[in-house]
C-alpha cells in the first residue's frame, strides 16, 4: 500500500486527488497537508467527505511528512515546491508537483513569466515532465515529476501528432482555450463570485498567460522546431472542464484523412486520450470527472488550415488524475489504477 | 457475474445505470433497451461512453431479452413495466422498475393519480418497495421492486426516524422540494430548453404532484397512522441534485437533542445515509455523483415545530444508485459494490 | 430635477439604484458613495457603467453629502443607517434605508435579531415602513422610509389579502423561501464564489433567519393578530431573483374562487403586482429585471391548506426598484417613473 | 407613431423587439405574428408580457399587414423573408429583415453556403446592409434593410478599425466566437436542453458555419481586399452574450498605442460600440440587455499578432436591438431611441 501525502490538499486539484485516490486499491492517503485548515477536521472543509475523511488537517512540514509517506503530491501556488525540494527529501520520497515549478527546463524563462526566483534550479533537470502519454518511460524512473498545466496538457494532445509529423507551421499555431472556474481556485476573490462568472465569458491574461511558453516548450521538443503562438484562456460559466480550438497553417496541401491518420496512430495504444469518430466535436460534458482527454480535428479546405480540437475535465487529466496517472507509473502501477471512472453526465 | 438489461437505457436514469454498473465488479449490461435509438450505438447517443460502451441498442422485447440477462431495470414512463411483468418473465428475471408502478399498494390510488389503468393488479402486492434502507430484508428475497421515486426517497428518509417515534403530527407535514433539471427528463420539450431553465426557479404540480401519495404511503406505514401532507417540487437551475425542506408540527415538547438521537439510532448502521453535524446544513453539491443522502434537523423552538432537511443526487440514489443497492441486496452481493464513489465537487 | 446621493454605491443594491436612476426622468446622482473604492471611477468598479457614470466615488461623509443632495439611499451594512441620522440630516434630505435599522418597530426584536445596538431608536416611530402597496399615503410625507427587505416584500405581498381577510391562521404560515445569490451581497467570501454555489442549493439560517421578525410584524399588523411563522430561505445558483412558497392553514372552508377575488381585490389598482391566471405558477425568469412581483395561490382541499407563491426580482422590487417607487412617492412623481421597464427575458 | 409589425414575434429575437419597443416613445407594436402560436394570447407565450402585452399572435399574412403597419420586422428561420418581399410590400411598408435573406451580395455564395434557392434575387442589389455604424447614411433612405447577423456584428466591429487601415493580413484572420444559448434560438431539441448545455462548452460549424461568408464580405469591403477567415462559433452555458477573440498578423509593425489610436478615431462618435481602457478585457455581463458593444485590443509583440476582442448581447446589438436602431434610422428618429437602457448587471 503506497502511502501518500498531499501539500496543499484544501485546494480544489487537492481535494480532487483525494476523491481519487479513495477509490485506489493500492493508495491511502496519509497526511492531509493545508495552510489554511490546520488542525480542522478535512471533512469539515469539503463536506462531501463527510464519514469518508475522518482526518484531521496537518501543516506543510515536509521533513515530517517525509517520514510518513512514500509520495508527495505538491497542489500549492508556483514557488513553493522548489523551496522545499532537497537531496534528502527526494531520497525518501518520490515527488508530484502540481505546480509549474519544474516544468520549464529553461530558468531563466520561468522566472521572467512567473516573476519569481527559481528555488532548487539544480532539480530542474532531473525532473521529468509528467505527461504520461509522452513521458511515460522517464516517469516510470522519476523522483521528481512535474505534473503538467491543465492548459498545457489539453493544448498539446490537440496538437501533438501534427506537430510531431511536421505537418503544421510551428509559428501559425493559436490556441483559444476555454476553462471553468475551478480552474481559478477556491481563493476568495470578488473576481470569482457567483455573481460575476454567471452568465460571463471573458478572455484573460491574454498574451501574457504564464502557460505559454511551457506549451511553446513542449511543442518545440514535439516538433523538433521553435514553436511560437497566441494562446488565449477564456474563463466560462460552468465548474470543470477545459476547451481547446486551435489553429495552426499546414506546411503542404493534406486532405483530412491523412491528419486524421495522424491522429490514429498516435493515440491507438493509449487509454485516456480519445480520438473521436469524423465530424463529431469534444464537449466538455462528456469528459466530467474522468481522466479522459477527447480529441478531434477539422480541415478547412478554403484557408489550408486545421483546426484541433480537445475537451478534458481540468481538476481530473487536467491535475489530479494525471498526478495519480503519473503516481501508479512511478509505482509501477497498472497506469489506469484508480482512474477507470467513467464521465459523469449530465 | 450478473447479466444485466436496461430497457430505457437512453434516458438520463438509464444511463446512469450504464455509469454505475461499469464500475461494478459482478455485473455487465448486456442488453441497452432503447425505443428512440434502435440500432443506433450507445455511445452515440451519450457520447461520454465512447471508448467504453460498444455495444447497440436494442428494442424491448422482454421476452428475448429475459433469455440473456438475470435482471431487468426498467427506467421507461409510467404504465410500461406493468404492461410487461408476467409470470413466465419473473421465473426468468429479476425486474427492478424505476417507474411508478408498482410502488402504491393501493391499485386505486395509483390508478387516480396517474390517470392509467393498471397492467398488472395482481403483482402489486408481492411488489416490495425498494427503499433499501428500510425493506432491506424483503428486498433481499424479491423477484420484483419497485424503486421508489427520487423525491420520496429524499423526502421519506429526511422525515421517517420521526414518523416511526410517533412525535411529529402526520397531517401537519409540508414538502417544500427541490430538483434539478435532470429529474425533468431527456425529452425536447421547450419548457425544458436551456433559456428557459436557466436563472429561474418555478414550483410545479402544486397539490397535484404524482409523488404525493406514495410519500404518504410510506410515511403512513412508518407512522403507524395516516399521513397527510403538502408536497411541492421546485424546478432549480442544475443537472443534478435534490433537496427536501420539510416540516412538521411535534406532538409534544422535546430537545433538538432528543430529536437527533432518533436520527442517529435511526441511521447509526446505514452507509448512504449521513446524519450531518449540528447546525450543518445539507447541500446538494457534497453529494453529487453518489450514492448518499445527507439529511438533518433544526428544532424551532418559537414555533415548536421541526424542519427536516435532506440532500441527494435524484439520479443516484433517487433513481440509478438505488437501483442497484437494490440489485446488490437481490443477488446477495455486498450492499455497496459498485456505489462506493464519493461524491463530485465542484 | 431630484438630486440623489447613495451610500453604499458598489455593492449590488446600490449599482441597482444607479442603473435604475440612468433611466429615471427627474432624478440624478450627485454622490456614488463607496468606503471600499474611494476616489475610484465609479465605472472602474462597475463596467457595464463604462461612458454612462463619469463619477468618481467619494466616502460617507454625510454632512457634507446633505448639502449637495434631495435625497439619500442607504443601501449599506445594518446598524450604518441608525448612527447616521439625525434632526439636522432630516431637516435637509429626505432617508431611504435599504438597511434594516427602521424596519422593526419593537427595538428590543430588533437589537436581539440583529446583534446590534440600535444607533437611534428615536426615529423608529417617525420612520415609514416602505412598502408602497400598503403604506403609500404615509410614504408620500415620510422623511425617512425603511425599505423593506428583499423576502419580506415577495412574502407579504403573497401572503397578504388572506392575512387581512383572516382567513388563514396566522400560527399555521411557513414560508420557503428561494433567492438567486446577489442577494448575498459582493463580498469575497469562499462559500459564494461561483463553484460553490453553482450546481447546488441549500438552506441557510433555518430557524433564525433576521427577516423573520419583519414578516411577522407586518402580517401582524394586517391581519390584526400574532404572527408566527417559520421562515426559511434557500440560496439558488442564479443571479437574481426571489421565490416565496407559503403555506398555510384555512381557518374555515373556502373555495379557491374565493379566495381569488381576495386577491383580485388587493391588487386591482397595483401596477407592480401581478395576480396570475388561475393555474399559472410565478417563476423568477417572467419578472428579471422589472419592479412586478408576480403573485398566485392554489388552494388544496385535501390538506384544507393554501400555498401562496411570489416572484420577483430580489434586486429591483426587493431593493433598489422598490426604494426609486419610494423616492417617487415622496417627491410626489408618478409612482412607476423610472420602473417601467419591462421584465428582461431570457 | 410608428406602427410596427412582427414576423416571428415568438422567438427569442421577436421577443426582445418587443420588450424595446415597449420602451420607444415613438413606436407601437400592432400585429404579434407567429407560426406555431396563432390565436393565443402573446403573454401566455411570453409570460413577462403579463399585463404589458393584451394582443392575440395573427399569423403571417404579409399582405394584410402591410395596411396596418409602417413598417415590418422578419425574425423569421433563413429563406422566408425573401419570398414575401415584393413591389407591393416594398411600397407600402418598410422591412427589417433579421434573418440572412438579403444580408450576402452574391446570390450564388448565399445559396452554396445556405442551401436555398433565393425567393427574389432582384432586391438584393437593393437591401442595405444594416450595420448602422457603417452604413447610416443608406440606411436612412432604405425601404429594405438587411440586419446583420450576431457573430458578424461582434465580429466586424472588432476587426474593422484595423481592416480598414490596412495593417492586418486579410486572409490571416482567425475568429473564435463564443455565444449563449438564445443564440440557438426557442425550438425544442435534445442539443439545447438545460442538462445538454450548462457545465459544457463545445464549438460547432467549424469550418462551415453561415455567418462566415458574411463576415467575410464585410471585411472585404470595409479593407478593399480579398478576406479569408477561420471563424468558430462555441455555444456557452449562459442566456445571453456573445464574445469575439480575433487574431490577426500585422502587415507591418507597430505598437499598441499606434492601434488604439485607430479604434478611438473610428469610434469617437459612436454611441453603442465602446472601446475599452488599455488592459481591460471586453466581458459580456457588463453588456447584457444593452445595445452596447465592447471593444478592445491587445498587441502581441512576441508574434507580431494583434488579439481584437468584442462583447455584446446578441439579442440586443446582435438582433433586436441593431434592428430598432435601424428602424430609427428609417424613420428619422434618435438613432438611441428606446435603447437608452444600461446594461442589465448582475
Redesign the interface.
Known amino acids: 500500500m503506497i502511502k501518500a501525502g498531499i501539500i496543499g490538499s484544501t485546494g480544489?486539484a487537492g481535494?480532487e486527488i483525494v476523491?481519487i485516490l479513495?477509490?485506489h486499491k493500492d493508495a491511502e492517503i496519509k497526511w492531509y497537508g493545508s495552510r489554511s485548515y490546520i488542525d480542522k477536521p478535512y471533512a469539515d472543509v469539503?463536506?462531501?467527505?463527510?464519514?469518508?475523511v475522518p482526518d484531521i488537517c496537518k501543516g506543510e512540514d515536509l521533513e515530517a511528512l517525509c517520514n510518513e509517506v512514500d509520495v508527495v503530491f505538491t497542489a500549492t501556488p508556483q514557488g513553493l515546491c522548489s523551496t522545499l525540494v532537497s537531496e534528502s527529501v527526494l531520497e525518501r520520497v518520490k515527488i508530484i508537483d502540481l505546480s509549474a515549478d519544474f516544468r520549464i527546463k529553461d530558468v531563466a524563462t520561468y522566472e521572467d513569466w512567473y516573476g519569481l526566483k527559481h528555488g532548487s534550479p539544480q532539480y530542474i533537470e532531473e525532473a521529468v515532465y509528467g505527461l504520461c502519454e509522452i513521458n511515460r518511460e522517464k516517469i516510470k524512473k522519476a523522483r521528481l515529476v512535474a505534473n503538467p498545466g491543465c492548459y498545457p496538457t489539453c493544448s498539446f494532445l490537440s496538437i501533438y501528432p501534427l506537430a510531431r509529423a511536421g505537418l503544421i507551421d510551428m509559428?501559425s499555431i493559436?490556441i483559444?482555450a476555454?476553462s471553468?472556474?475551478?480552474g481559478a481556485g477556491?481563493g476568495?476573490?470578488?473576481a470569482?463570485?457567483?455573481?460575476?462568472?454567471?452568465?460571463?465569458?471573458?478572455?484573460?491574461g491574454?498574451?501574457g498567460h504564464r502557460h505559454t511558453p511551457e506549451i511553446e516548450e513542449q511543442l518545440s521538443l514535439a516538433s523538433g522546431q521553435k514553436a511560437?503562438?497566441?494562446f488565449?484562456p477564456?474563463l466560462?460559466?460552468?465548474?470543470?472542464?477545459i476547451?481547446v480550438?486551435a489553429?495552426a497553417n499546414l506546411t503542404k496541401e493534406v486532405t483530412e484523412a491523412e491528419l486524421r491518420v495522424l491522429y490514429e496512430e498516435a493515440y491507438k495504444e493509449e487509454q485516456f486520450v480519445?480520438f473521436?469518430k469524423e465530424g463529431?466535436?469534444?464537449?466538455?460534458?462528456?469528459?466530467?470527472?474522468?481522466n479522459y482527454v477527447?480529441v478531434n480535428i477539422?480541415?478547412?479546405s478554403?484557408?489550408n488550415?486545421v483546426?484541433m480540437?480537445g475537451?478534458m475535465d481540468n481538476l481530473v487529466k487536467g491535475a489530479a488524475g494525471q498526478a495519480v496517472q503519473n503516481m501508479n507509473l512511478m509505482f509501477g502501477l497498472p497506469e489506469n489504477e484508480g482512474l477507470?471512472?467513467?464521465?459523469?453526465?449530465?
Not at 466560462?236 to 472542464?241: A, W
Open positions: 480544489y481535494q476523491r479513495l477509490g469539503f463536506q462531501n467527505m463527510f464519514k469518508l509559428r493559436i483559444d476555454k471553468g472556474t475551478s477556491r476568495a476573490k470578488v470569482n463570485l457567483f455573481c460575476e462568472v454567471n452568465e460571463s465569458i471573458k478572455a484573460y491574454v498574451a511560437l503562438i497566441n488565449t477564456h466560462v460559466p460552468m465548474n470543470r472542464g476547451l480550438t489553429y480519445r473521436l463529431v466535436n469534444p464537449e466538455t460534458r462528456w469528459v466530467e470527472g474522468s477527447d477539422k480541415y478547412d478554403r484557408t488550415r483546426v480540437m475537451a477507470r471512472m467513467p464521465p459523469v453526465f449530465p
